[in-house]
């Protein structure tokens, strides 16, 4: 397997949860900025021709992430629409009362925590995770995997970016992407939603964020499933008579390629 397991700050228990909320705004920001949006819907869209969903169920989904404004692109002009149901593994009150509050037609966040590993008892609906599924480690993500073909459940896996460059090279570039992604912290933070005082002071006066947000966003490069690492993740997971995976990258409707996909459904 490819993939290495690197540490990335977010993914501690003891990490502070509004510096972990004001990098989720940051990568928000970066999936506007790349066009996420256009990828997602074109995908949803698909999916939905096929195989009939009115809801969505995102998992992992921090502090709301992209998938709200999918979900209203989608929903225009939509005499079916869909619904979207946000929840994570440690739900962050402050982004559940910040997107409910909102009242936004459709979507909300729910309370509840949601264990992505056991999806028996999570509501019905596509399940999505979006940009998340590296954090998992093999045993946690094929544990995901299983759990959605046992239980029949259709789900949609999206990542930012394939892990194509090869490992020494990401050393020898190391001290120049992280300073890149330093100075992308500061000209993003601006257009974060919530962008509070306190995510101001601690990246302009105190610039601890950007610096957690650099390594994270560099960390998560190695720790990418490549497509042979998912096949040997699904390896004895196939049922092609119960089941159906597809691995393939995913596209703007341009055609332009913006990372990949791994999507699970039940026949």
Known sequence: MK?????????FNW??????????????????????????VNLLATIRAKHYFSKVVDMGSGSGGIMPDVIQELNKNNNKPIALLL?????????????????TEHIKYSANSLNATNLKQ????LKTMVNSFHHMPPK???QILKSAQDNKEPILIYELA???????????????????LFVMALFMTPFSKPLSIKQLIFTYLIPIIPVFYAWDGQASMPRMYTFNDVN???????????YFWEIKSATKPNGKKVGY???????
């Open 87 to 103: 929840t994570d593994l440690y739900p962050n009150k402050q982004s559940i009362t910040y997107i409910n509050e909102q009242h």
């Open 140 to 142: 946690s993500a094929k």
């Open 122 to 125: 999570a509501p019905k609906g």
């Open 3 to 11: 993939r290495i397991q690197l540490f990335e700050f977010e993914d």
């Open 15 to 40: 990490f502070p949860v509004w510096i972990r909320s004001s990098m989720t705004n940051l990568l928000a920001v970066l999936h506007k900025i790349l066009g996420t949006k256009d990828v997602l």
């Open 232 to 242: 040997e993740l699904l390896e004895d997971l196939e049922a092609p008579l119960l």
């Open 261 to 267: 996909y791994i999507l699970g459904l039940p026949k």
């Open 162 to 180: 394939e892990n194509k460059m090869p490992l020494l090279l990401w050393w020898i570039l190391l001290p120049i992407s992280l300073v890149i």
